[in-house]
């Protein structure tokens, strides 16, 4: 009488296990995200791939092509944009196995197709996993250099008598080319020292950027050391951005500020960068833009620096182009108007409330869309 019951219990259980599996099984695989996020992730993977691949596309020849054939034209613009990213070997992989693709569709042997099937899928695993791996490699050494870059740059704010800073960053790759500093270059403020600003944006992305990045944090460094005065200091920088920038091809963006805890001056430079927007603390806005051209272009170029003074509910808002320039899933950028609008209607609170706030802003217009260039922003704010 007993094995009715242990019938019974055993058969209750087995689809709980089952399904405890399979629940552990998909949280693996999609590591808990709800399947709204993971179809965002998709379609945000799918344009960037789009963008990426559709560059190699000849679309003035496209154009060119009747209705009926300019999807054919453009699938073997893709295919061989694809191709091309492979290596030769790898390409003969792809062509091997595609090729017993095709040949399992036109055959009547059950076995034989099944068989060629088998063959083709194993090889394109084979090609997924030998990318896979590279990928796995390379992200390992990026993210080895990311926290090689993160060492560069503060991680947090210095102290500044009657003022606070915010910054934050987030690079398109794992490294970066925006630089951001703030720090005293020989003195502290009790010891009469003055506050040197710096964000700085490196034509170009990910690793050749980040490594010009570094340069410039190095020298920077080395220079203000000298205790040179700002227009010598971006003068000296510019030359030698100039030495390595490829003739002006690896040219920098940077605004440079002086600021001094006691009167309050703020003497700045503008290399070509985005203008800094000073908010007033009754909302007015005034745009930092006197300076001359970005580093690197010309070895003797010169600098005109500008001063102005912040009072008390001041805010100074510097940032990269990243920022203006995201855009959203329908292809419209954050925008200058935007970003003005959202520095007008900062909020009440501290440097790092209205860094978020601003941060804000850009995120929720973007949504889920891939980011398309590095990000910096800092907020300098007096009290």
Partial sequence: MSAPPSVSTSTSSNPPKKRGRLSHFWFRVSEGQAVDDLWKQFVADAHASYGFYGKDVDWE??????????????????????????????????VIA????????????????TRTEAIAALLLLLLLSLELADKVIMKRDLEIAREIQNWLVPSQPPDVPGAEIAFATRPQNSVAGDYYDAFYPTVSAAEGGKLL????????????????????????RTIAGDNAPLDALVARLNRYASAYSLDGRRFTTAILGSYDPV????????????????????????????????????????YETATVTMRAGDTLVMFTDGVVEAFNESGDEFGNGRWLNAIRNLPPGSASQALQYLMRQVDDFVGATRQSDDITCLVFQCK
């Fill in 61 to 94: 020849e496209v154009q060119k092509q009747s209705h009926w054939r300019r999807p054919f034209h453009i699938a073997r613009q893709f295919f061989w944009a694809l191709m091309m990213k492979l290596s030769p070997a790898r390409r003969v992989l792809a």
């Fill in 98 to 113: 595609l090729t017993l693709l095709v040949l399992s569709g036109f055959g009547d042997n059950l076995v034989w197709d």
């Fill in 197 to 220: 600003l710096v964000v700085a944006d490196v034509a170009g992305k990910s690793v050749p950027a980040a490594l010009l990045m570094a340069t410039m944090q190095a020298s920077l």
């Fill in 263 to 302: 009167s309050g001056e703020l003497i700045y430079v503008n290399a070509g960068h985005n203008a800094p927007v000073l908010r007033r603390s009754n909302q007015s806005m005034e745009f930092l833009d006197k300076g001359g051209l970005p580093l690197g272009i010309e070895p003797s170029a010169a």
